[in-house]
């Protein structure tokens, strides 16, 4: 495992940190830790997602695609 320091973090945000912690029965480590690990995998997720789309978008490149919003537009408007 590694460990990380972080310096200057302001003191609202460490309280902030802290109430959340307490919140959810942890210490400040491990709920930062919980925090930053969530952030990974979302960030990760993320990525995913947009090479998913443009595989798919990849396998209809000679066929036009229409904007989602104006398709949700035409439905309401029936």
Do not use: G
């Not at 990974?40 to 036009?64: C, G, H, K, N």
């Amino acid at each position: 495992m590694a460990t990380v320091t972080i310096r200057n973090l302001d003191e609202a945000t460490v309280e902030a940190l802290k109430a959340q912690a307490q919140a959810n029965n942890r210490s400040l480590e491990a709920e930062l830790r919980d925090v930053l690990t969530d952030v990974a995998v979302r960030s990760r997720r993320q990525q995913w997602f947009y090479e998913e789309a443009e595989r798919i978008a990849a396998m209809t490149l000679d066929v036009p695609q229409t904007d989602s919003v104006d398709l949700l537009r035409e439905d309401r408007e029936r």
